[in-house]
C-alpha cells in the first residue's frame, strides 16, 4: 500500500510540474525572462528563509564555496529555461529540460568519480539519440532556442551533482534556500 501512495505523490507533483510549466509558458509572453526568474525566487526565499530560520538551520551554511557554486549554476538554469520556454513550444522545452539526468551521469563520472560502464555509455547514447527523436522527428537542426534548453538541462545536471556534494555537510534546507537567495 505505501508504494501505491508514493506514485500518487509522483503522479501529483507531475502535474504541479506540469501547470506550472503552462502558467509560466503563458506568462512568458508579457513578462521578461529575468522578471519571471526574479519573482519565482523572491517567493521560494521568503518561504524557504522562514523553514530555515524555524528549524534553526545555518543560514549561510558550512560549505559556503559549493553553495555558491550550486546556486550559480541552478540560476543559469532557470534562466535558460525560462528563456527556452518562452521561444519555443512547451513540450519541446520540457523534453530539453529533462536531459538532465543524462548530464549527471555524465558530470558524475567526470567530477564524482563515479565508475563509466560501456552500459552507461551506450544508454546515454540511445537516450540523446531518443531526444533528437522526440524534439524534431522530422529531423530538422536545433534552433537556438532549444540550444538553450538543452544548456538548461546540462546546467540543472550539474546543479544536481553539486547537490549531491552538498548533502554531505548541508541540510535539503539549506541548500535551496541559498539557491533561491542568490537567484
Given at each position: 500500500?505505501g508504494a501505491?501512495?508514493?506514485?500518487?505523490?509522483?503522479l501529483?507533483?507531475?502535474?504541479?510540474?506540469a501547470?506550472m510549466?503552462?502558467c509560466?509558458k503563458?506568462?512568458?509572453?508579457?513578462?521578461?525572462?529575468?522578471?519571471?526568474?526574479?519573482?519565482?525566487?523572491i517567493v521560494?526565499?521568503?518561504?524557504?528563509?522562514a523553514?530555515?530560520?524555524?528549524?534553526?538551520?545555518?543560514?549561510?551554511?558550512?560549505?559556503?564555496r559549493?553553495l555558491?557554486?550550486r546556486?550559480?549554476?541552478g540560476?543559469l538554469?532557470?534562466v535558460?529555461?525560462?528563456?527556452?520556454?518562452?521561444?519555443?513550444?512547451?513540450?519541446?522545452?520540457?523534453?530539453?529540460?529533462?536531459?538532465s539526468?543524462?548530464?549527471?551521469?555524465?558530470?558524475?563520472?567526470i567530477?564524482l568519480?563515479?565508475?563509466?560502464?560501456?552500459?552507461?555509455?551506450?544508454?546515454l547514447?540511445?537516450?540523446?539519440?531518443?531526444?533528437?527523436?522526440?524534439?524534431?522527428?522530422?529531423?530538422?537542426?536545433?534552433?537556438?532556442?532549444?540550444?538553450v534548453?538543452?544548456?538548461?538541462?546540462?546546467?540543472?545536471?550539474?546543479?544536481?551533482?553539486t547537490?549531491?556534494?552538498?548533502?554531505q555537510?548541508?541540510?535539503?534546507w539549506?541548500?535551496?534556500?541559498?539557491m533561491?537567495?542568490?537567484?
Amino acid at each position: 500500500k505505501g508504494a501505491h501512495k508514493g506514485i500518487y505523490y509522483m503522479l501529483i507533483g507531475a502535474m504541479f510540474f506540469a501547470a506550472m510549466g503552462a502558467c509560466l509558458k503563458y506568462a512568458m509572453e508579457t513578462i521578461p525572462v529575468f522578471q519571471a526568474v526574479f519573482f519565482r525566487s523572491i517567493v521560494s526565499t521568503l518561504i524557504l528563509g522562514a523553514v530555515v530560520i524555524k528549524k534553526g538551520l545555518p543560514r549561510l551554511g558550512r560549505n559556503r564555496r559549493f553553495l555558491l557554486i550550486r546556486s550559480v549554476v541552478g540560476f543559469l538554469a532557470m534562466v535558460c529555461s525560462f528563456y527556452a520556454l518562452s521561444k519555443i513550444p512547451l513540450a519541446d522545452a520540457a523534453v530539453l529540460h529533462h536531459t538532465s539526468p543524462l548530464f549527471v551521469a555524465l558530470f558524475s563520472t567526470i567530477f564524482l568519480g563515479e565508475r563509466v560502464t560501456v552500459k552507461l555509455i551506450l544508454l546515454l547514447g540511445v537516450a540523446l539519440v531518443g531526444v533528437t527523436f522526440v524534439y524534431q522527428p522530422g529531423g530538422e537542426s536545433l534552433s537556438y532556442p532549444g540550444l538553450v534548453a538543452l544548456l538548461a538541462g546540462a546546467l540543472a545536471g550539474l546543479a544536481y551533482v553539486t547537490v549531491r556534494h552538498l548533502h554531505q555537510t548541508e541540510s535539503s534546507w539549506v541548500i535551496a534556500f541559498h539557491m533561491a537567495t542568490i537567484t
